[in-house]
Every structure is written in structure tokens, then in C-alpha cells.
């Protein structure tokens, strides 16, 4: 008789570990998904952000080409004016070339401004493109992957649910 109730708690046992160890099972593998999506949802927000910093990149360049554009018609038009002014009233040779030769030195300054902040706009841009593959990076490791149970702590379970039946059906086993 003790060795049947014995028998019946080592199955109750045997049972309880295995039905413990897929529900651990179940739980790693709806973790592990769930991490899954995350790091799908942080690599799409990651690509989402860089193509607005690349729309905002080729913004800035065209902006920036669009200035110098108009920086050099402007200039144009002023020395054309300059000249044109210069020979309505008969004067020419030097006080001419400086003259042309300072409005294109404030074109030129206003053009290397324009490039320089053009520059620093897009290394800001680019710190930004970094900063959101970090962001992405965070946004994954905030997420714990699943940890599927050891198959050996099933056994081990189990082994002891075997020694703790031998225990009760030979409670005097061993002892001399």
C-alpha cells in the first residue's frame, strides 16, 4: 500500500514539475516575443527618425544652394550697377576695381557663412542620425530576451519527487 501512495506522489510530483517547466516554457517564449516586437518597433522608430533627419538634411542643402543662388545674382546686379553708375559719370581704373572688388568680398563673406552654417547644420543633423541609432539601441536593451528553463532542472525535479516516493514507501532504507 505505501509503495502505490508512494508511487501516486511521485506521478502527482513527476507531473506538477513538467506541467511547471511548459508553463516556464510559455512564459520565456511569450517574453522572447515580446522582446521581439519591441526591437522591431525600436528599429522601425530608429528608421522613421533618420528619414526625417534625411529630409531635413536635403532641406537645409537646398535652402543653402538656393542662398548662394541668389547671393550670386545679387552680386551680379550690384557690380553690373556699379559699373554702369561708374561710367555714367566717367569715372573708372582703380577707385572702380575696389569698389567691385568690395561688393565681392561681402558676396563672398555672406556665401562662406551661408556654407559654414550649412556645415554646422548638417554635423548637428548627423549627431542626431547617432543619437537615434543609441535611442534605438536603449529602446531594445529595455526589454529582457525570454530565458527558456533548463531541461535539467525538470530532471532534477523529478529525481527528487523519485527519491522523496522511495523515502515514504522504504522509510528505513539505508539505515542500518
Same mark, same amino acid.
Given at each position: 500500500?505505501?509503495?502505490?501512495?508512494?508511487?501516486?506522489?511521485?506521478?502527482?510530483?513527476?507531473?506538477?514539475?513538467?506541467?511547471?517547466?511548459?508553463?516556464?516554457?510559455?512564459?520565456?517564449?511569450?517574453?522572447?516575443?515580446?522582446?521581439?516586437? #519591441?526591437?522591431? +518597433?525600436?528599429?522601425?522608430?530608429? #528608421?522613421?527618425?533618420? #528619414?526625417?533627419?534625411?529630409?531635413?538634411?536635403?532641406?537645409?542643402?537646398?535652402?543653402?544652394?538656393?542662398?548662394?543662388?541668389?547671393?550670386?545674382?545679387?552680386?551680379?546686379?550690384?557690380?553690373?550697377?556699379?559699373?554702369? =553708375?561708374?561710367?555714367?559719370?566717367?569715372?573708372?581704373?582703380?577707385?572702380v576695381?575696389?569698389?567691385?572688388?568690395?561688393?565681392? =568680398?561681402?558676396?563672398?563673406?555672406?556665401?562662406? #557663412?551661408?556654407?559654414?552654417?550649412?556645415?554646422?547644420?548638417?554635423a548637428?543633423?548627423?549627431?542626431?542620425?547617432?543619437? =537615434?541609432?543609441?535611442?534605438?539601441?536603449?529602446?531594445?536593451?529595455?526589454?529582457?530576451?525570454?530565458?527558456?528553463?533548463?531541461?535539467?532542472?525538470?530532471?532534477?525535479?523529478?529525481?527528487?519527487?523519485?527519491?522523496?516516493?522511495? +523515502?515514504?514507501?522504504?522509510?528505513?532504507?539505508g539505515?542500518?
Open positions: 500500500m505505501c509503495t502505490a501512495v508512494a508511487l501516486v506522489g511521485l506521478a502527482i510530483s513527476a507531473a506538477s514539475s513538467v506541467v511547471g517547466f511548459m508553463g516556464q516554457t510559455a512564459q520565456a517564449d511569450a517574453q522572447e516575443a515580446m522582446y521581439e516586437q #519591441n526591437r522591431l +518597433n525600436s528599429i522601425q522608430a530608429m #528608421n522613421d527618425e533618420v #528619414n526625417q533627419i534625411n529630409l531635413r538634411t536635403q532641406q537645409e542643402r537646398v535652402a543653402a544652394s538656393e542662398e548662394l543662388q541668389t547671393a550670386n545674382r545679387k552680386q551680379m546686379a550690384d557690380m553690373a550697377t556699379a559699373e554702369a =553708375s561708374a561710367g555714367e559719370f566717367g569715372v573708372g581704373g582703380l577707385s576695381d575696389m569698389l567691385l572688388g568690395e561688393i565681392a =568680398s561681402g558676396y563672398g563673406r555672406d556665401r562662406a #557663412n551661408t556654407k559654414g552654417n550649412l556645415d554646422m547644420t548638417l548637428q543633423l548627423e549627431q542626431e542620425r547617432r543619437g =537615434s541609432e543609441t535611442t534605438r539601441d536603449n529602446r531594445i536593451n529595455s526589454v529582457a530576451r525570454g530565458r527558456r528553463p533548463s531541461p535539467i532542472g525538470l530532471g532534477l525535479s523529478i529525481a527528487q519527487a523519485g527519491l522523496g516516493a522511495h +523515502n515514504t514507501a522504504y522509510p528505513n532504507a539505515r542500518a
